[in-house]
């Protein structure tokens, strides 16, 4: 097991070691974790995020854990709130990780764009 310091209910174990924040939790990460951060649309489309992890949990489990310092941001939340604040917190949350990533999962959907 790798050390893994929370704060408060910030992660979710999924696998070994592999992590999944979700928006807008908080991580402290650690220098021997991997970061990938899954971008692509939330609003109107699958909850492709929700497939991709579940892949990587698979994977995780066949391979006996070589994703253990995997750290996985995930900005869809389960319910976003009413709340006119609640924007601003997501595009904070976003831009903050976004800058700290090593990769990046993209999805783009099809049809038309707003």
């Not at 991709?52 to 995930?74: A, H, T």
């Amino acid at each position: 097991m790798g050390a893994c310091i929370a704060i408060g209910k910030l992660t979710e174990k999924i696998g070994n070691d592999m992590r999944v924040v979700t928006a807008p939790n908080k991580a402290n990460l650690q220098a021997y974790e991997i970061c990938c951060f899954l971008a692509g649309g939330i609003t109107g489309c699958i909850n492709w995020q929700k497939e991709v992890i579940d892949y990587l949990e698979n994977f995780d489990k066949l391979s006996n854990g070589q994703l253990d310092r995997l750290v996985v941001f995930n900005p869809r939340r389960e319910k976003f709130p009413d709340d006119p604040e609640a924007a601003k917190e997501q595009i904070e949350w976003e831009f903050r990780w976004l800058q700290r990533m090593e990769i990046f999962s993209m999805f783009f959907t099809a049809g038309e764009s707003d």
